[in-house]
């Protein structure tokens, strides 16, 4: 029974230093940076120990700083049920926001809110709720670009960051690695080299990148070349050696004498302790862009901006400022030359972690950031783009679900689809008016067609058929001048509008609707009187009645298609008062017309007015109404044509 006991408490003595052991091993290796060794480490005290605070809080660690914070959620919610505080709540908020858990999400960062008095954690926490709020209301940025995974160049390592230049894509990858990156298990990545036409890639003959050779035991990523093609920086950084720096940095190499040099230590990255990286290039080469946590920013990374030197070195960085960066990590920057800005944020309003944006300048010369939208988001890491034809196709890179591997490369196209055309096909048939008969085809006139502002959309002159073909516009005003020597010219209004079928019920892409209108002209004779129908006056007297006012209009526009006529305008009365009454009365009809004419813009050098009375009846000895009506007219004629 002794000895029973004495096992039992010498196996209980070795379990407890066991341990020990482990816990300091973990602590060593979460300190060390080796976060993925500390994760499996602390589990193996989970296993045993499943309330063990140290465990959960150093997994929970483990996973958010080697952006893996979707799978601290289990282990921040046990510090929050056995000793709640503000980090651990807003850490599982963070957590169950990259899982798009919203209403927990928020749940978890308003309870956050009760364990702090600090007014920037407050702030901070209130921010990623109004994020949670904005973030459900995003529209796509280019609603027709599909994003499609480029399975054939992709690993089940990381593969990312793709540029390209000069006919070759540069990307970075964890193929033929030589180790793993103790942060987060995956393999350390080199860069490697293919050919490229545009999107398609030469997955074959993919290599490591040849300019100079990649090392081993250390991550290499994060490639941009400069418009000529003369300077490659990339990071560098994550090494295990004592010997080696510290932290990632931006290196450089340039083209000299036939080959590249030997990548060295770029001045601007400042403090051996400090991150740098995710370069890129303006569209002409003055400007270096990339991403640091170097202190003085708004938040855990910002993107800054570094000018060319003399000395062909960058220098002078410049953070972007608040309106880009944020509390949270902006990486990845890509400038566009017209102005647009490009950039991966967690801590701008999205769908999950890492997502792209752009920055632009609105109608009012302000600068606005806009999340591209779910067809180019997910509620994982979404970063890095780079086009290949600005703004319509290039790649991406994301660890989003469905990949081949860990970080994959994406590329996208504009696949708007092509609009539905429909050409409207107008046949204006020109005609001469003929006394009793119907009206006859008229050739070679000049038939123009002007578009709503004035501007001429076609033109030529009628065939044997009195034809002229236009092709016109749906939903569109347009006015129609047809003219020949010898008759009036004339125009008249015509409209597509309501003539076309709704497009989106059409299936073909093209489609052609034919209508017909035509135009009619009178023959222009010196001398030859022609009535005017409907100019109506009320007994006994003169005034333009509205009725008038139509008919006289069409004179008005008659005139002003032939500007180069003048007319006389008579008025006629019956014969059923005196000749002095009738003469005087039709004068001051014949005037008010004439008065009429002149108030609507034709000038009062090219009218007459002429009153005749009842001296020129068409039907003497008139017995009915409808003869009085006839004998009772208002006519005009050209009397000058002006060369």
């Not at 410049?318 to 944020?345: A, C, H, Q, W, Y």
Request: negative net charge; hydrophobic residues 35%.
């Amino acid at each position: 029974m002794k000895n029973h006991f004495f096992w039992i408490c010498l196996l209980l003595l070795v379990g407890v230093s066991s341990c020990k052991s482990l816990q300091e091993k973990g602590k060593d290796q979460f300190l060390s940076g080796q976060y993925q060794y500390a994760i499996n480490t602390f589990s193996q005290i989970l296993a045993d120990d499943p309330e063990n605070k140290e465990a959960n809080q150093v997994i929970a660690e483990s996973y958010r700083l080697s952006n893996r914070i979707e799978d601290a959620g289990p282990y921040y919610q046990k510090l929050t049920d056995e000793d709640p505080t503000f980090e651990s709540y807003y850490r599982l908020g963070l957590s169950l926001k990259a899982q798009d858990k919203v209403d927990e999400a928020k749940e978890a960062f308003e309870k956050a809110k009760g364990y702090t008095q600090d007014e920037n954690f407050l702030a901070e926490t209130q921010r990623q709720l109004e994020a949670i709020k904005l973030g459900q209301g995003i529209q796509n940025y280019w609603p027709y670009h599909e994003l499609i995974n480029y399975k054939d160049l992709n690993t089940s390592g990381p593969d990312y960051a793709p540029v390209v230049s000069e006919d070759f894509i540069y990307f970075t990858s964890g193929r033929q690695a030589s180790g793993l990156y103790p942060a987060n298990g995956s393999p350390y990545t080199k860069i490697f080299r293919a050919r490229a036409d545009g999107l398609k890639v030469d997955v074959a003959g993919a290599q490591p990148l040849p300019e100079y050779k990649n090392e081993e035991g250390l991550n290499q990523a994060a490639i941009a070349v400069s418009p000529d093609g003369n300077t490659i920086i990339y990071a560098r950084g994550n090494s295990t050696s004592d010997k080696d720096l510290p932290e990632t940095a931006l290196f450089v190499s340039y083209f000299r004498g036939g080959g590249f040099t030997q990548p060295i230590w770029m001045p601007l990255n400042e403090d051996e302790t400090w991150w740098n990286s995710t370069p890129a290039f303006s569209e002409d080469g003055s400007e270096l862009y990339f991403a640091s946590n170097r202190p003085g920013g708004f938040g855990g990374i910002d993107l800054y901006k570094a000018t060319k030197l003399a000395n062909s070195d960058f220098g002078n960085p410049v953070n972007l400022g608040p309106n880009i960066n944020t509390p949270g990590n902006e990486l990845f920057p890509r400038p566009m030359s017209d102005g647009k800005f490009f950039f991966s944020s967690d801590g701008h309003p999205g769908y999950g972690k890492l997502d792209l944006f752009v920055a632009e300048k609105d109608a009012s010369g302000a600068q606005v950031i806009k999340n591209l939208g779910e067809n180019f988001n997910s509620l994982n890491d979404d970063f890095s783009l780079f086009f290949t034809v600005y703004p319509k196709a290039g790649f991406i890179s994301s660890n989003r679900e469905g990949g081949v591997g860990d970080d994959d490369i994406y590329f996208f196209e504009d696949k708007t689809p092509k609009p539905k055309i429909i050409n409207v096909l107008l046949n204006v048939y020109a005609k001469q008016r003929v006394a009793g008969g119907e009206d006859a085809v008229l050739e070679q006139a000049r038939v123009v067609l002007y578009d709503s502002l004035s501007k001429q959309a076609g033109g030529d002159f009628s065939n044997t058929n009195g034809r002229v073909r236009f092709t016109l516009t749906p939903d569109a005003d347009f006015t129609i001048i047809a003219s020949k020597s010898g008759y009036f010219s004339k125009s008249i209004p015509y409209s597509t509008k309501g003539k076309t079928p709704d497009i989106s019920t059409l299936i073909q892409d093209v489609t052609n609707i034919t209508l017909d209108t035509t135009i009619v002209l009178d023959q222009l004779v010196l001398d030859r009187s022609i009535v005017l129908e409907n100019i109506y006056y009320d007994l006994d007297k003169a005034d333009i009645r509205v009725d008038a006012a139509v008919e006289l209009n069409k004179l008005v526009q008659i005139l002003k298609d032939n500007p180069a006529i003048r007319i006389e305008l008579s008025s006629h009365t019956d014969d059923r008062s005196s000749d002095d009454y009738n003469q005087a009365l039709s004068q001051r009809r014949a005037q008010s017309a004439v008065d009429y004419m002149v108030s609507q813009g034709i000038a009062a050098d090219r009218l007459v007015a002429k009153g005749y009375g009842e001296s020129q009846q068409i039907i003497k000895n008139a017995k009915t109404e409808e003869e009085h009506q006839t004998n009772r007219r208002t006519e005009f004629k050209v009397i000058e044509i002006k060369e």
